[in-house]
């Protein structure tokens, strides 16, 4: 594995992201959820598996990830504005794209908008209402503030940390996205503090955990993209995810045209959690049209 640094450019700042890149064959662009605790080292795992017959490109979304994050108002735009860099640039027209929680509602966007840009997407534990909003049902005017409360220099950090500190993010992490609460052991739960840590960490994080990085504002519209984006899809979740997230991913794989593989187990972060069932599940669906030499047909 390779790991080199992408510069964006936004709001007339520059921003810089670290991708890793393995393997040979045809492209596989795999995003990363959006999440507190999330960055591309979580698509590692499956990535190793998957290198087997192509080359992954794991890169980590702006505000998110292992490096310096500016503080700037993000935005939907902004992601969706971000991810058509990546793909006009750093890895055009990929054979797949691989895309985990929050990441499917803007594959599956720019899938719609830019015909031919994306051969075909995965969508894994697929998401598109932060995690306030679904406790809510429904997103309320007081978020918006209470993701703006975090901005300020002094009172700010001190907000964040009341959502990153270590015992509530065990606790949802254990609620909703591993399974076995050993798999985050010591060491992964030190790595995953320490991505909430980072500078300037908690201005997209609250706006993630409030709705504001919410690509779409129902389950309808959700339902209506993936109707539209005019490419393969394969949606693979756990059996064991919590009830709501179950019924939006149970929603989505009835569509006619999408594949789905639902694994016995299984949360949000099954594709770190459970890497080889996850890759036996995707990695049928990405052979297709693959021929013997590993290039796409």
Do not use: C
Not at 31 to 50: F, G, K, Q, V, Y
Not at 110 to 132: C, D, E, F, I, K
Not at 218 to 234: K, Q, Y
Not at 270 to 275: F, G, R
């Amino acid at each position: 594995m390779h790991t080199s640094s992408l510069t964006w450019t936004w709001d007339d700042r520059r921003i810089e992201l670290g991708f890793d890149t393995g393997g040979t064959g045809p492209a596989v662009l795999m995003l990363p959820a959006l999440s507190s605790i999330s960055t591309r080292h979580e698509m590692a795992p499956l990535a190793s598996r998957l290198r087997e017959r192509f080359r992954t490109i794991a890169i980590d979304w702006p505000g998110f990830g292992d490096r310096p994050r500016p503080p700037l108002d993000w935005t939907p735009d902004a992601y969706a504005a971000f991810l058509a860099f990546v793909l006009e640039t750093a890895t055009p027209a990929p054979h797949a794209v691989v895309a985990a929680g929050h990441a499917a509602g803007y594959g599956l966007a720019h899938a719609g908008a830019y015909p031919g840009s994306v051969t075909r997407l995965v969508l894994v534990s697929p998401t598109w209402r932060g995690p306030l909003p679904t406790m809510m049902n429904g997103r309320r005017p007081a978020f918006a503030r209470l993701a703006r409360a975090a901005d300020p220099p002094v009172i700010g950090p001190l907000i964040y940390g009341l959502n990153v500190n270590r015992f509530v993010v065990r606790m949802m992490a254990n609620g909703h996205v591993y399974s076995d609460p050993r798999w985050l052991t010591k060491e992964r739960m030190d790595g995953k503090l320490a991505v909430t840590r980072a500078r300037g960490a908690r201005f997209a994080s609250t706006r993630f955990v409030t709705g504001m990085l919410d690509p779409l504002p129902t389950r309808e519209s959700f339902l209506d993209l993936a109707r539209r984006a005019g490419v393969p899809i394969l949606v693979v979740y756990g059996a064991q995810s919590t009830r709501k997230s179950l019924a939006e991913m149970d929603a989505l794989a009835a569509l006619p045209g999408v594949r789905s593989a639902r694994l016995t187990a299984g949360k949000l972060g099954v594709h770190e959690e459970y890497p080889d069932a996850t890759a036996d599940a995707i990695m049928p669906f990405l052979s297709v049209d693959i021929n013997a030499a590993g290039q796409r047909t």
